[in-house]
């Protein structure tokens, strides 16, 4: 316990350099103003900056993302509340009482008020962060092959399962994809080729970084030019300052909603946009002002906003420690990590056990940060709102191209971007979530390896599958969330979405 | 592009992911076991995608057979406009990625994609000839800029080769 402080102490003192903090505020700052372009998500700000930061220390590089990371979520509340478009997906809970406020010229008493929320809620997720994620990791040593087989297992059917709850089955099926997708290349065991065609550039397999930037970038600059044109709500937006009586007043909305957030965070692959639907319907269900939900209720944003921030530092949490994202921008956030020669995984607290406490000294800079900008620069992000998205876009696509060049170098992973723009644009299109495919890419290695290595340490017995403690219980919950998403209970989850948007 | 949201489109995928998945798991069946090495069977490369290729095509046969029952609700009409869009972006961004860029430079690539791209979905029949020149010189300004930027900030900051 003692030596935890000690690391967090030296964590603050190697990060409060004015280096870290310029590159702190710069990065969140970018974050807001990528979070709130509409077309423009976190996943794809991190997996863009991940291009930019690579000559940059680890540290750096990795402090840069975590503010874009930040920073994104909270900016695209400002698109929700003034748009009625969420920035990134997981402002969509905050446009149905944000966009009405907006309407009603309370524009800036929402921002102000989900700003505050915003900060609030990860201040909660990052507590959780610097308790949780020490335990979860030395709980996590005990972890076999056997235990890592359903981990993946486990994080496939529920991340399926979460994202798309009107329609699991598509879920999974996005989900056995990504699986497939990381089987192309050499296996991790014997090296051997598969599924590469004679050709040598698959067999180095597919990286995840293009194939996020197409399904996250190009997928979102073909969705965003074939949608309407979108008009800012209100001229007249009010002071943009929370008050602290109203904050009072929600106090029980943003302490559940951060605890919310944060679990749903933590869930492998389940991020942000379930965390603010969840604590969006629990704020729903036990508040006394049930019927103002959907119609400009300040408690539904306060809810949606704290709960979507919050499950950032909850998905932080699994991919420090056992190497499986809790959301995709924490996905991407992983794959910069081991670029940058960071392990995450169960060791990370016997290895580099100052890292995660510099990740939690991250995450409180920027979002103070985020704060800070929220409150002061909300006349000058609305100008970042009127950019014709017809000048932002193509920009954009050129950054898609050569970001993932600029890592390799190698023309291949332009043609992966592409190959995964179009196919993440067509199973959106189809209301298949992206969330699941880019779990199994990562997951996929995880899966091979400790499946092939667990049956080769019990030659070929099934049991040790069943009968260790910690598989019993992943096998159990994993069952059980099969059985859950059969027709009766998915009936209830479509019953909980109908009750978030408020029927 | 809501049609594609139809029980058609499912039937079509799922038929898609089941043959996918039979492919992927026939070869799997096929794939060297490399007995050679003498290694143990239960770490073949092709165990794993096998059973994954299995599952997604149970997977995609589950969506087949759902699909056919009935559809529910009226299918919504085809939007020409977007659709349009979304084939001039799709168009001109594969053209740029896949034919411009590798055999241009790219920065000059880049600016005449921006370029055509900005002015193509700027268009609108409707604006004033003035208004029309003002977006003409706003897209040469900015595939400019975001051509020789990008270029710049790539090449000297981070010592990218360019393709």
Known sequence: MFDSFVHLGNAFLSLATPTSLFYVAAATFFGIVIGAL???????????????????????????LIGCYVGAIYGGSRTAILLNIPGTPANAATTLDGFPLARAGRGGEAMGLATASSTLGTFVGVFALAVVAPMLAEFALGFGSYEYFWLAIFGIIIAGQMTAFNDPLKGWIAGVLGLLVAMVGQDGIHAHARFTFGSTELAGGIALIPALVGAFGFAEVLTVLSEKKAEIASRTIG?????????????????????IGTGVGIVPGVGEDIGAWVSYAAARRSSPEKEEFGKGSLEGLVAAETGNNAAIPGALIPALTLAVPGSAPAAVLLAAMFLH?????????????????????????????????????????????????????????V??????????QRL????????????????????????????????????????????????????????????????????FMLLVALAPVRRSAGRLVSMAFGR | MSSLNSTRA????????????????????????????????????????????????????????????????????????????????????????????GNLPFWLASMIFVFVFTTLLEHDPADTPRRRYRKLAMAAILAAASGIGIHLLFQELFLVRMP
């Open chain 1, 412 to 479: 291949f992973d332009v043609w992966v971007m592409l190959a995964f723009g179009v196919l993440g644009f067509l199973l959106r299109k189809m209301n298949y979530p992206m969330a699941p495919l880019v779990l199994g890419i990562i997951l996929g290695d995880l899966l091979d390896k400790n499946l092939r290595r667990a049956l080769l340490l019990s030659d070929g017995d099934f049991s040790p599958f069943f009968t260790r403690p910690v598989s019993m219980i992943l096998c159990g919950i994993t069952v």
């Open chain 1, 38 to 64: 509409p077309g423009l998500t976190a996943t794809m700000g991190i997996a863009l900056l991940t291009t930019l930061t690579y000559k940059l220390p680890a540290e750096q590089a990795i402090l840069v």
């Open chain 1, 341 to 397: 020669g960071i392990r995450p995984g169960p060791t990370i607290m016997l290895e580099q056990p100052q890292f995660v406490f510099g990740v939690v000294w991250m995450v409180v800079f920027a979002t103070v940060a985020m704060g800070v900008f929220g409150l002061l620069l909300a006349r000058p992000l609305l100008l970042v709102l009127r950019i014709p998205r017809e000048r932002l876009m193509p920009v954009v696509f």
């Open chain 2, 10 to 101: 499912d039937l079509v995928t799922g038929v898609v992911f089941l043959c996918l998945g039979l492919a992927a798991f026939i070869g799997s069946v096929r794939m060297d076991r490399l007995s050679e090495r003498g290694i143990d069977p239960w770490t073949a490369p092709g165990v794993v995608p096998g059973l994954l290729g299995a599952v997604l095509a149970l997977l995609g046969l589950t969506l087949a057979l759902r699909s056919l029952k009935p559809a529910e609700g009226e299918k919504a009409p085809t939007d020409w406009t977007k659709l349009r869009r979304l084939a001039t972006t799709l168009g001109l961004c594969l053209g740029y990625a896949l034919l411009l860029v």
């Open chain 1, 399 to 408: 950054l898609c191209v050569i970001g993932p060049y600029a890592i390799t």
């Open chain 1, 239 to 259: 002071k943009v300052r929370p008050s602290l009586s109203q904050l009072w007043k929600y106090k029980r909305t943003i302490g559940r909603s951060g605890l």
